[in-house]
């Protein structure tokens, strides 16, 4: 037993070293992994990370669009919820108005803002009721889409947004790099003008939400703010172009709509302004009228005429 106590004696630090570096060495590569992560972030986001770089399904890049209507259908019905208990809290203010107004604790001007929200409260139950017709016809037509793109013979809901976001920077590009149009129309490519300026940040939203590739992982809300943003794309470069094509600089050219109104305004003015110059006429004429009467009555009255 002498030479195992002294193998013992002369080689016990061994193990208390070993388990020391081995503890060392776990804390390092612990150290390591925390590093490789951003601030503030755990390996239960970097496992959301991965899974969020995961390429999507067919099935689902296939619905996606179907998905994502049916979620915005979703949404219009909640407006639609919300848009009614706001009608029925208005009306309450309405018959709460015209209680104190009875017995004379309130105004008449307290009765009309109270009719004024509750009629505001039912124009908005009215737009959100049309806007969930639209979203059922949106609805059907990803339905009536689905079987098209499972066969094929239609693109993947991504990569036709992909396309009407490439279409529009296209035509966008052909401003700045064809020498005509950039001096035909030199407000297309001045980021002062306020046109410009609003295609232009319409053009940083959508490239903000625009996914990585058609095979990304999306979620329908995503695309449903992807194909937002490319549609406000799509609306602010025609009024900076219908804008600049039209020679007005910054002024949009009027809707059908937009342009009715205006000339029914037009002509509101017009009438004001004849029936003004015909009461000041009329004013002036019964005072001339007037003053010739006087006139007459003090000289008959005069003895000396």
């Known amino acids: 037993m002498e030479p195992l106590l002294a193998l013992i004696a002369d080689w016990w630090w061994i193990a208390p070293a070993a ?6 060495g776990w804390i390092g590569v612990r150290g390591t992994r925390r590093r490789a992560l951003p601030a503030g972030a755990s390996t239960t986001d970097r496992a959301t990370r991965a899974w969020a770089n995961r390429p999507m ?22 407006a639609v919820t919300r848009g009614r208990a706001e009608v029925k809290i208005a009306d309450a203010e309405v018959m709460r108005a015209q209680a104190e107004r009875a017995a004379s604790r309130a105004s008449s001007d307290v009765v009309g803002a109270a009719r004024a929200r ?22 059907r037509a990803a339905k009536a889409m689905l079987p098209a793109i499972r066969a094929g013979s239609a693109p993947l809901p991504v990569a036709r947004l992909f396309a009407e976001h490439d279409a529009i920077l296209q035509r966008w590009m052909a401003y700045e ?4 149009l950039a001096i035909d129309f030199p407000t297309m490519s001045d ?11 319409a053009q940083e939203r959508a490239q903000w939400l625009r996914p990585s590739s058609t095979a990304a992982r999306l979620e329908p809300a995503d ?24 020679g007005r600089g910054d002024r949009p050219e009027a809707e059908p709509a937009e342009a009715w109104g205006w000339m029914t305004s037009e002509w509101a003015e017009q009438a004001q302004r004849a029936l003004t110059w015909s009461m000041e006429n009329m004013g002036r004429a019964a005072s001339k009228s007037w003053t ?7 000289r008959k009255n005069d003895p000396n005429a």
């Not at 388990?19 to 060392?24: P, R």
């Not at 790099?177 to 005509?180: K, L, Y």
């Not at 695309?223 to 094509?245: G, S």
Request: proline share 2%; aromatic share 4%.
């Open 19 to 24: 388990a020391g570096a081995g503890t060392v």
């Open 57 to 78: 399904s067919k099935s689902a890049a296939r619905r996606l669009e179907l998905d994502a209507t049916l979620l915005d259908l979703q949404t219009a019905r909640h």
């Open 118 to 139: 509750l009629a505001a409260a039912q124009r908005e139950l009215r737009a959100a009721s049309a806007e969930i017709r639209a979203r059922r016809a949106a609805v």
């Open 177 to 180: 790099t064809d020498p005509a």
């Open 191 to 201: 980021s002062r003008s306020p046109l410009t300026a609003e295609f232009l940040r």
């Open 223 to 246: 695309f449903l703010a992807y194909r937002d943003a490319v549609r406000a794309l799509h609306h602010a470069f025609e009024r900076a172009e219908r804008a600049a094509r039209h």
């Open 292 to 298: 010739e009467r006087q006139a007459k009555r003090a």
